[in-house]
């Protein structure tokens, strides 16, 4: 995973500096930065706690922590990114931004409390599986990724309601209107919620917790790819102007006609 992620920063290195030095400072821009770098904090804590040894139950439990709290704020940053274009698709709808809002901070509260808990009540000791020393735990994240599958579902339907409206209105091909609106990021972060969901009730933690921090990088990812792609939308509309300046996004329907221009 550290391999993969580490590929991916350096794939679009060139693209992300770009637009880093090319863009003028915004909130959206500081939140890219902190999502692009708090999943190498999440490798390292992760290297460390596997493949570290350590007979010490209470160190375990502050790296297993460390390793949750960089993980949440990933995942946080990483989601805000898909509320927002939410936002943005739905022409900045107050309503839909209140109801986006009040079930984020309800996951995000849920989240924290029931994660926390877990590795609070949870043993700790070195791991029982061959040729792995590192920190071992009980503690299960089941409740944490069903809400957060609960909160990327409510996304993936909002923006597919809108791709369909969308489509009525344009009469244009259903398969790129969806890949206008983005739905196949949001369908993937889905898929991996899905899979932890799984994996939580089936595997041991040294097992699913590859799968949780795969979903922490894949989450990252996709919001970042998502926003450079609409910020070279953005550039072609308007020269080097950001995409989102002070959290208030572009609407729809100057994303629909760049996209019939290009």
Not at 57 to 64: A, E, G, R, S, Y
Not at 85 to 96: I, K, P
């Amino acid at each position: 995973m550290a391999t993969f992620w580490t590929y991916d920063y350096a794939f679009s290195l060139h693209e992300e500096w770009t637009f880093l030095l090319g863009s003028r400072w915004t909130k959206v821009k500081g939140l890219y930065i902190i999502t692009r770098f708090m999943p190498f904090l999440v490798l390292a804590t992760n290297l460390y706690l596997n493949f570290s040894p350590t007979e010490n139950p209470n160190k375990c439990q502050t790296l297993i922590n460390m390793d949750l709290s960089f993980g949440i704020i990933s995942v946080t940053c990483s989601e805000v990114f898909f509320v927002l274009r939410t936002y943005a698709l739905w022409n900045n709808n107050r309503f839909v931004l209140a109801a986006m809002l009040t079930g984020f901070f309800g996951v995000l509260v849920g989240s924290i409390g029931s994660s926390f808990t877990a590795n609070a009540t949870a043993p700790y000791a070195i791991s029982s599986i061959q040729n792995i020393t590192g920190c071992s735990s009980s503690a299960n994240l089941f409740i944490p990724f069903i809400l957060l599958f609960g909160l990327e579902l409510g996304l993936f339907s909002l923006t597919l309601i809108r791709a369909i409206q969308s489509w009525r209105t344009a009469n244009g091909p259903m398969y790129a209107i969806l890949v206008k609106h983005n739905i196949f990021y949001y369908a993937c972060g889905l898929f991996f919620s899905a899979v932890n969901v799984l994996t939580s009730l089936l595997l041991e933690y040294q097992y699913r917790s590859m799968f949780q921090d795969l979903q922490v990088i894949i989450l990252a990812i996709l919001a970042l790819r998502m926003h450079l792609q609409l910020q070279k939308i953005d550039e072609h509309m308007r020269g080097s102007d950001a995409l989102v300046s002070s959290f208030e996004c572009i609407p729809l329907s100057h994303i629909s006609s760049a996209s019939h221009t290009a």
